[in-house]
């Protein structure tokens, strides 16, 4: 069943990141235009910001900017077609490689939230590998299923954490005093303690992002 996986990506080289560390309030947002075809490095881009000039002189001294073109400027909002130099890092080569597709892009914080439509979790599981390859900051906030009624939220896990989280909540590994120890649980999953005790830090960690974090007044 195909998912809706909401995430946010962090990377000094990932596109227009100096300017964002650069424009204090700057909001971009990517033009969506559906799938990307594999080597495209020029993006359409939404800029709000109440100094034009200030965001052309970024984008002179932006590492991840080749060359923009301005599309249209109205008050305090610009449209730019970007080229990005051959060091600017993505993920939208490998969505498209899992036939996925980045329904929305936003600037957030020093990174980017992104909506991403794809066929399966596996699909999703290949993004989060090919962000860890290259440093690439991957953080799941949300996944749903993508049917008629949005789907069951499951809180930014994947299904291995899913799995891991509850069996040690099954065993009474979070219970006090604890009943079962973390080779234990790491034995029930075939795993080394090491591995296990990162997947059940890293699912907790999305899991409260998912439920306690408020990522849109961050």
């Known amino acids: 069943m195909s998912i809706i996986a909401k995430i946010h990506i962090e990377h000094e080289r990932l596109a227009l990141v100096p300017t964002l560390r650069g424009l204090d309030g700057v909001e971009i947002r990517v033009v969506s235009q559906g799938n990307t075809a594999p080597g495209v490095t020029g993006f359409p881009f939404l800029v709000e910001y109440d100094d034009r000039e200030a965001v052309e002189e970024m984008f ?8 923009y073109e301005l599309v249209d400027w109205t008050e305090q909002t610009g449209i730019y077609y970007i080229e990005h130099t051959p060091e600017t890092e993505f993920i939208s080569t ?3 490689d899992v036939n996925g597709f980045l329904i929305q892009t936003t600037a957030e914080g020093e990174g980017w939230l992104a909506r991403l ?6 699909a999703l599981n290949t993004i989060w590998e090919y962000a860890a ?11 749903y299923g993508n049917n008629e009624t949005g789907g069951e939220i499951s809180y930014g896990l994947t299904e ?12 009474g590994y979070f219970g006090e005093p604890r009943v079962t120890s973390l080779s234990e649980v790491a034995d029930e999953l075939d795993l080394s303690s090491t591995a296990t005790s990162g997947r059940l830090r ?10 306690l974090i408020d990522h849109d007044d961050e």
């Open 117 to 122: 439509l794809l066929p399966d979790r596996e």
């Open 133 to 143: 390859e290259h440093d690439i900051s991957f953080e799941i906030i949300e996944i």
């Open 94 to 96: 490998v969505v498209t």
């Open 202 to 211: 890293r699912g907790m960690r999305n899991l409260v992002a998912a439920t």
């Open 60 to 67: 002179d001294d932006d590492p991840t900017v080749e060359s």
């Open 160 to 171: 291995e954490q899913r799995t891991a989280l509850e069996l040690a909540y099954r065993e």
